[in-house]
C-alpha cells in the first residue's frame, strides 16, 4: 500500500515549477533579484503588470522558500474569500510572510527591500506558464530563477505554523 503524497513540485523550462496540493495546481517561478530602483514601488513599477499572472516583490530577509511555496498554494486554495484584495501581489506576500495587517506587512517589506541588494521575485498562475507574459518579467541580466523547488516538501511545512495562523485570521 503506498501513501500519497499531498504535495508535488515539478520543475518546468525557465524556472518554472508546477506544483500540486491534492487538487489544486499552481504555476510558481522564484528568481533572486538584484535591486534596480532605491524603493519598492519604483521596482513594482518598473516589472510592470501582466493579465493572468500575479507579481510580487519579497526582501530575501522576509521570507523563506517554504514560505513562498505555502503562500502560493494559500493563494490558489483561499482566493474567493481574498476576493476583496484588489493587490493581488500584497496578498500574496503577506501570505508569504504571515503578516495579517496591509500597512504592517507593506512597511515592513518597504524598510527591508531599501537595506538589501537583492529579493526574491514571485511569479504565481493558475495557467501554465506561455509567451510572452510569462518571460517578459525575467531579464537574466538581473533576475535568476530558483531551480531547486523540487526539494521543498511536506516536512519543510510542519513549522510554519505562523503562516497559516496569520492565514486563518484574515479568512
Excluded at 36 to 42: A, F, H, P
Excluded at 88 to 94: D, H, N, Q, V
Excluded at 96 to 104: A, D, L, N
Amino acid at each position: 500500500m503506498s501513501i500519497m503524497q499531498p504535495i508535488t513540485v515539478e520543475s518546468l523550462p525557465g524556472g518554472f515549477h508546477r506544483i500540486s496540493l491534492f487538487e489544486k495546481t499552481v504555476y510558481l517561478r522564484i528568481s533572486v533579484c538584484s535591486r534596480r530602483k532605491n524603493s519598492l514601488d519604483e521596482e513594482l513599477e518598473e516589472l510592470g503588470e501582466r493579465t493572468g499572472v500575479t507579481i510580487a516583490i519579497i526582501p530575501l530577509s522576509m521570507t523563506s522558500i517554504p514560505q513562498i511555496v505555502q503562500g502560493a498554494l494559500h493563494f490558489i486554495i483561499y482566493k474567493k474569500e481574498f476576493s476583496r484584495f484588489k493587490n493581488k501581489g500584497l496578498l500574496l506576500l503577506m501570505l508569504s510572510t504571515g503578516y495579517t495587517q496591509i500597512s504592517k506587512a507593506l512597511s515592513k517589506a518597504r524598510d527591508l527591500f531599501e537595506g538589501s541588494l537583492e529579493y526574491y521575485l514571485v511569479e504565481l498562475a493558475e495557467e501554465p506558464p506561455v509567451e510572452p507574459g510569462w518571460q517578459a518579467s525575467i531579464n537574466g541580466e538581473y533576475c535568476k530563477p530558483l531551480k531547486k523547488l523540487e526539494q521543498v516538501g511536506v516536512s519543510d511545512f510542519t513549522p510554519l505554523v505562523k503562516n497559516l495562523h496569520a492565514l486563518l485570521e484574515m479568512i
